[in-house]
């Protein structure tokens, strides 16, 4: 069993930065893909971004390519996503998420409780 904590969301204005985190763990947490996706109010959850669990590769979708980053840390369970000029339509709940590669973009195996990330325009 994976378990998936997210922190770091929040209230930003238009064309801010933010950077919200995973931290994994459990027994096999380490060899499983990270992702990011995320749930907008009426809409249906969509996917954001991964990373291999080396970091050697990642996939950012192409509704935030340029402006969000996703990495992994170091030495630790645990994702980054940078995300750089925020824009209102950006505004959603963000789950971490976890998988193998082959899944984790469209099916992961475990999912966090998600974190607010509200931009206001």
């Known amino acids: 069993q994976v378990q998936l904590v997210e922190s770091g969301g929040g209230l930003v204005q238009a064309g801010d930065s933010l950077r919200i985190s995973c931290a994994a763990s459990?027994?096999?947490?380490?060899?499983?893909?990270m992702g990011w996706f995320r749930q907008a109010p009426g809409k249906e959850r969509e996917f954001v971004a991964a990373?291999?669990?080396?970091?050697?590769?990642?996939y950012t979708a192409d509704s935030v390519k340029g402006r969000f980053t996703i990495s992994r840390v170091n030495g630790k369970n645990m994702v980054n996503l940078q995300m750089n000029s925020l824009k209102a339509e950006d505004t959603a709940v963000y789950y971490c998420?976890?998988?193998?590669?082959?899944?984790?973009?469209?099916?992961?195996?475990?999912w966090g409780q998600g974190t607010q990330v509200t931009v206001s325009s």
């Open positions: 990373i291999t669990w080396g970091g050697g590769t990642t």
């Open positions: 459990g027994r096999t947490a380490s060899n499983y893909a």
């Open positions: 998420a976890a998988g193998p590669w082959g899944l984790v973009r469209t099916n992961p195996n475990y």
